[in-house]
């Protein structure tokens, strides 16, 4: 097959989208296909046949700890073009028999690309356009979830200005976590257990967007579950050696220590697997996906979000949780192909 494998971007995220990409495209021509690693958003000035064999550059498998300037990605853009699609990039899609999404956060994960892409005729790997842009919404996707009997942590939208801080900071309660509406990788997350800590982590949201989720803390286990193919994955669970799981500790390696299978009960694996996939369904979602948790000590799943693109880095969860059942990274990745075109073809 002829695969475009589509990075990079204009997001918060897109170093851990390139390093996905570049595994991905790796894999794919090991299996024998034709795959072309393109960047989104800078595009490329040669979109022929010659993409499909172009070297994969290897620095971009390496993701910094902090995350990219974006003002020095829009610099570098050749055209100075504001079209989120770089030049020659639809070209290129237009060339293959199938798009691999290896993008991450806003303008990727979020249902706009899988809308264009609908609108074209391409195909491509993951959720249709509608989940996406569910799941993308942390306060959507809580209220489509917590009616179905997911525990779910209280939470609050909250719209705001810096004005208005002072006033949010000394309402709120605290423990709690503060989280922009629609970021992933933990970026802009904070964890806050006292007032000085809410207010900063209020200012800080702003530089995501007036709007930010902030949910009640709980303490626990956090434990990840992936699904293919409609079913649950073996949980793994994350123990970071500082901190809680931020951007760093998700990147870097060695800064957390990962087990998969998770050292649970057997009744905790198949609660979190049903809560998993009660939040896959009820956003409609298809062919793969990572729901996170917090599992207290008496076994409950706390639901705190579900990825439509889990990562595909050389740290990421969701290739240990296929690998603990025996599938290696470039099946997973056929594998996604495989269902996600008949996902296509049956208007999912």
């Given at each position: 097959m002829k695969i475009v494998v589509l990075a990079g971007g204009l997001s918060d995220e897109r170093n851990v989208s390139l390093?996905?990409?570049?595994?991905?495209?790796?894999?794919?021509?090991?299996?024998?296909?034709?795959?072309?690693?393109?960047?989104?958003?800078?595009?490329?000035?040669?979109?022929?046949?010659?993409?499909?064999?172009?070297?994969?550059?290897?620095?971009?498998?390496?993701?910094?700890?902090?995350?990219?300037?974006?003002?020095?990605?829009?610099?570098?853009?050749?055209?100075?073009?504001?079209?989120?699609?770089?030049?020659?990039?639809?070209?290129?899609?237009?060339?293959?028999?199938?798009?691999?999404?290896?993008?991450?956060?806003?303008?990727?994960?979020?249902?706009?690309?899988?809308?264009?892409?609908?609108?074209?005729?391409?195909?491509?790997?993951?959720?249709?356009?509608?989940?996406?842009?569910?799941?993308?919404?942390?306060?959507?996707?809580?209220?489509?979830?917590?009616?179905?009997?997911?525990?779910?942590?209280?939470?609050?939208?909250?719209?705001?200005?810096?004005?208005?801080?002072?006033?949010?900071?000394?309402?709120?309660?605290?423990?709690?976590?503060?989280?922009?509406?629609?970021?992933?990788?933990?970026?802009?997350?904070?964890?806050?257990h006292d007032r000085d800590a809410l207010s900063a982590a209020l200012t800080q949201c702003l530089d995501y967007g007036r709007v930010c989720v902030v949910e009640q803390y709980i303490a626990g286990r956090e434990i990840q579950v992936g699904i293919l193919e409609d079913r649950a994955l073996p949980s793994i669970e994350i123990v970071p050696k500082e901190g809680f799981y931020d951007y760093e500790n998700k990147y870097q390696p060695g800064a957390a220590e990962e087990f998969c299978p998770a050292p649970i009960p057997e009744e905790w694996e198949a609660r979190l697997g049903k809560a998993a996939l009660t939040v896959f369904h009820a956003l409609g979602l298809s062919v793969y996906s990572r729901a996170d948790f917090i599992v207290t000590e008496d076994g409950t799943p706390w639901f705190l979000e579900i990825n439509t693109l889990p990562g595909m880095t050389p740290t990421s969860l969701l290739p240990q949780e296929a690998a603990a059942v025996g599938i290696g990274y470039g099946e997973l990745c056929e594998r996604i192909i495989n269902a996600s075109l008949e996902a296509r073809r049956a208007g999912k």
């Open positions: 390093s996905s990409g570049c595994k991905v495209c790796a894999a794919l021509r090991e299996r024998g296909h034709q795959a072309a690693l393109i960047d989104m958003y800078l595009g490329t000035d040669q979109p022929s046949e010659a993409l499909f064999s172009a070297p994969i550059p290897e620095e971009l498998t390496k993701i910094g700890r902090q995350a990219p300037d974006l003002a020095a990605v829009r610099a570098a853009r050749t055209d100075g073009g504001e079209n989120r699609f770089g030049p020659g990039v639809l070209e290129a899609c237009r060339l293959a028999d199938v798009v691999f999404l290896g993008l991450h956060g806003t303008c990727g994960e979020d249902g706009r690309v899988q809308a264009a892409l609908d609108l074209l005729g391409i195909p491509y790997t993951g959720a249709g356009y509608l989940g996406s842009a569910i799941a993308m919404d942390k306060d959507l996707t809580k209220r489509l979830a917590a009616p179905l009997g997911v525990a779910t942590p209280k939470w609050e939208l909250v719209r705001y200005t810096a004005e208005e801080i002072p006033a949010l900071t000394a309402r709120l309660e605290v423990p709690c976590v503060v989280k922009p509406v629609a970021s992933g990788s933990s970026i802009g997350v904070s964890v806050v």
